[in-house]
C-alpha cells in the first residue's frame, strides 16, 4: 500500500513538473543588429555627473559590441595597421525599460549605443548611482574604443573600455 501510494505522488509529481515546464513562455530573441526591430533606449537631456574617479585605468569593458561593431568600427577612426585607441565620453544610462535584462545599464559614444555594462558592473554602477542619490539618471565618464588592429592580414575586433571605479 505504503509503495503504490508513493508512486502515486512520484506520477503526479512528474506530470506537474511536465506541464509547468510545457506552459512556460518562450523567451523572445534579440534581434540580430541594431536596426532590425530591436529595443533601444534614448538617453535624454545632459548627464548629472560625470565621472572622474578611474584613474586613467579603462579597466571596465563595455558588452554586446558585435551588435554595433560598425557603429564601434567608425567611431575608432583611422588608425593605419596598428590598434586603435580613440578617446570619448560616454554616457551610462540605467535602463529600467529593458525588456531583456531588469537592471541593465546602456552605453552611448557620440550619441550612438555601443552595449551595455556587464550584469554585476551595471548592478555595482547602480549600487553607486544610488549612494549618490542619483539613481536612474544619466552620467558620464571617458571611455577609450581600442583594438581594432591587422594580424595576419585581417582586422581584430574592437572593444569599447569604460574609465570608471566600480569598486569605489
Known sequence: ????????????????LFFLLK??????AIPAGPGAGS?????????????ADGGGQFDVEVLGESRYRDTIR????????????????ALLLPD??????????????????????????ALAFRQRLAR???????TSCDAAVRGGALWEGKRLAYAVWLDLDLKG
Not at 3 to 8: D, K, P, R, S
Not at 23 to 28: I, Q, S
Not at 100 to 121: H, I, N, Q, R, T
Request: zero cysteines.
Open 23 to 28: 506552459g512556460r513562455p518562450k523567451a523572445r
Open 1 to 16: 500500500m505504503a509503495e503504490a501510494l508513493n508512486l502515486a505522488i512520484i506520477v503526479v509529481a512528474l506530470l506537474a
Open 74 to 89: 567608425r567611431l575608432a577612426g583611422e588608425h593605419g595597421d596598428g590598434k586603435a585607441d580613440a578617446r570619448h565620453t
Open 132 to 138: 549618490q542619490e542619483i539613481a536612474g539618471q544619466l
Open 96 to 121: 529600467d525599460a529593458n525588456p531583456y535584462e531588469d537592471k541593465a545599464v546602456a552605453v552611448f559614444l557620440s550619441g550612438e549605443m555601443v552595449g551595455y555594462l556587464a550584469p554585476k558592473d
Open 39 to 51: 529595443y533601444t533606449p534614448v538617453p535624454e537631456g545632459a548627464p548629472v555627473l560625470h565621472w
